[in-house]
C-alpha cells in the first residue's frame, strides 16, 4: 500500500526566510511525486511533480522540492517566503508500478507573517 | 471553460435526504476524478472514471455513494440517505487521461453540510 506522511500541521516562517514543507512517502515501487497548494476558498492547485531524472523539481510561484530516495522524501521548498505564500499545501504519491489513485497527505497549513 | 467547474458551491441537507454534486471537467479531459475532503483531513480518494473504461469506485465509503458520469463530460455524483459525518467538501479533479504522470486540475468542490 502506498501512503504519504505530512510530519507538520503548521507551519510559520517570517516573510523572506526559507521555507520548507515535509512530506514522506512510501510506495511499493518507484513513486510518481506531485505537490498541491489550496489558497483559502479556492481549488486545489498543482505546483510540481517528480517523475523520474533531476532530483531537483522546480515549480510554480518560486518553489522547487527534492526527492531523496534514500530518506523517502520530498520536501518543498522555497528561498525566500511571501505572505501571498500561505495556503494549505498537499504532498501526493502514487506506485509507478501499479495502476492506483493518487494519495494526499493530510496537508500542512503554512502562514508567512510579515 | 477555463478549468473544472462544480455545483452548488454549498449544499445545506437534512440527514436522510438525497444530494447530487455536479462536476463539469475541463473539455478534451477523458480522466474525472472525485474526492472527499473532511475538515483538517487529507483528500480521501472517492471514484475515478476513464473514458468509456469501467470506473474505478474502489474509494466509496459506502453504497450510499455512487457516481455517473457522461461521455466525456459532465459527472455527478449522488449520496442517498445522507448521514452527519458525510459532511465535508467535495472535490471534481479531471486530467487529460490516466496516465500516471498525468496533472489533475481540481474544481473550487462543493461544501456539503447535513445537519
Known amino acids: 500500500a502506498q501512503s504519504v506522511a505530512q510530519p507538520e500541521d503548521q507551519v510559520n516562517v517570517a516573510e523572506g526566510n526559507p521555507l520548507t514543507v515535509k512530506c514522506t512517502y512510501s510506495v511499493s515501487g518507484n513513486p510518481y511525486l506531485f505537490w498541491y497548494v489550496q489558497y483559502p476558498n479556492r481549488g486545489l492547485q498543482f505546483l510540481l511533480k517528480y517523475i523520474t531524472g533531476d532530483n531537483l523539481v522546480k515549480g510554480s510561484y518560486g518553489f522547487e522540492a527534492e526527492f531523496n530516495k534514500s530518506q523517502t522524501s520530498f520536501h518543498l521548498k522555497k528561498p525566500s517566503a511571501l505572505v501571498s505564500d500561505s495556503a494549505l499545501y498537499f504532498c501526493a504519491v502514487r506506485d509507478a508500478s501499479g495502476n492506483t489513485p493518487l494519495v494526499f497527505g493530510k496537508g500542512t497549513r503554512l502562514s508567512v507573517i510579515a | 471553460g477555463a478549468g473544472v467547474s462544480q455545483s452548488p458551491s454549498n449544499k445545506v441537507t437534512e440527514k436522510g435526504k438525497d444530494v447530487e454534486l455536479r462536476c463539469d471537467p475541463i473539455?478534451?479531459?477523458?480522466?474525472l476524478y472525485w474526492y472527499r475532503q473532511r475538515l483538517g483531513q487529507g483528500l480521501e480518494f472517492l471514484i475515478y472514471f476513464q473514458g468509456n473504461s469501467a470506473p474505478d469506485k474502489s474509494g466509496l465509503p459506502s453504497d450510499r455513494f455512487s457516481a455517473e458520469r457522461t461521455g466525456e463530460s459532465v459527472s455527478t455524483l449522488t449520496i442517498q440517505r445522507t448521514q452527519q459525518e458525510d459532511s465535508a467538501v467535495y472535490l471534481c479533479?479531471?486530467?487529460?487521461?490516466?496516465?500516471?504522470?498525468?496533472?489533475?486540475?481540481f474544481g473550487p468542490g462543493t461544501r456539503l453540510l447535513v445537519l
Open positions: 473539455s478534451g479531459h477523458t480522466a
Open positions: 479533479a479531471s486530467s487529460l487521461d490516466r496516465g500516471l504522470v498525468e496533472t489533475q486540475y
